[in-house]
């Protein structure tokens, strides 16, 4: 049975960091809403109470029944767990004057305390909560402190629980990864067996178990989660996997050919369906950039749907839904859990009386390139930049056309083979010309020229939320601008593009 620490989410920004860390520590690890505890079933090793935008002390403060948890699970409180425990317990927390926000040093440290072991005297660590403990129940041992919070870290006597005030889980914390991996394998004794092999071999096995001798329908975009599903897939159940890739126009120069060959390589089964004509159709004469996402989305899913009616005996469809995409954070108010789940081929499992299956719903983006790397997928197809779901069609502004889709193809395949060989490819998190509805004046030898303008951007991110304009050499920009205007005919100006989001956003539609 699979080990795993039960993350109660209090509604913190930085649930889904601690999961991270602990994922990171080869220990599997779930988030549940504070209000939605799960059955606590042997395979739990500990459970981790997360931070929260609340005061223990607001009347609607979310303050669950931890009965069933405290003192027959070893407990990580961080931040607003740690206030909890000590105001459920009767003690007092506030917002005291000499609370610490930010940046902080541990000034004591108790070494006998197991969460405490190799990390180093005044040690940074982050605060990022108003209140604090003032006063504390006479069992409660203070394990840290720095120089004006003084309970900065507690243990309880005769429970294994353990709490601090300072997030553990984020980047600032210097030592905070070793308390996280002190609390799982010190205290918990987790085995840390959940690696990238391991799950490829339980999640095959539950594939064959759940799909049996059915046959199995999956949509791939060329993505890294649609390509590592269909690997994985591939190898549980072999030619019952039928993949569908629709060419809707609007992808990169020569992809749906270079996706096509690849998988054919891996011999998937893969039906290209050369759908362009069809996109373009729905596109005519369509300028606000919802309703050419809204005209691509109906589109897709009319010709997915044709293609899917075609395998008359598929009993499941398969998706590459990620577990960002099934939690959210825990919804602070009201007692609903929110599940966004990830239907870009609409309610067709419904229409079709198709069963869903989704073997990455329990992965971190980064988890689904681990698993993809022991799968041995190339490097290339894993470390690709996001590319959105409508593809060239919010990267050409105002009307689509088959001409204009050519020519941003054209500039877009400049601008990225010229980041391989530059070596900037992987440094940057995405990159994408953009083809706008501006025309120029130019010179080219005696000519004047009335010529189109292309934009290039280029953002680092580390999930799309914010990103900042990615710093290009000048001398990169100045080769592939020069390169783009000689080559692509239509095209006499290139701008680069140096906004940052917010206020801007990634695309420019
Ligand atoms: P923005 O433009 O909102 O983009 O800063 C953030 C990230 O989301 C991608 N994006 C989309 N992906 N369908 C998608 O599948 C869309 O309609 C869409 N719009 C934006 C964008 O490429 C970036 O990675």
Redesign the pocket.
Known sequence: MQECILILDFGSQYTQLIARKVRENNVYCEIHPYNHIPPLDNNIKGVILSGSPYSVNDPDAPKPDLSGIRGKYPVLAVCYGAQLLVSLSGGKVASAKSREYGRANLSYIDHSCPVFKNVPANSQVWMSHGDTILEYPANFHITCSTESVKACGYSIEGEPTYALQFHPEVYHSTDGFTILKNFLTEVCHCQADWTPDNFVKSCVEDLRRQIGQEEVILGLSGGVDSSVAAVLLHKAIGKQLHCIFVDNGLLRKNEFQDVLDSFKGMDIDVKGVDASALFYKALEGVTEPEAK?KAIGKTFIDVFEAEARKFKSARFLAQGTIYPDVIESAPVKGPSQTIKSHH?VGGLPEKMNLKVVEPLRSLFKDEVRRVGRSLALPDRLLNRH?????GLG?RILGDITAEKVRILQEVDAIYIDGLREAGLYDKVW?A?AILLPVQSVGVMGDERTYERVVALRAVN?TD??T?DWSRLPYEFLAKVSNEIINKVRGVNRVVYDISS?PP??????
């Open positions: 996402r870009n996001p590319f959105p779901g409508p919010i995405q994408g991110s799309g939320m990103a989001k801007s956003t990634i695309e420019w539609e």
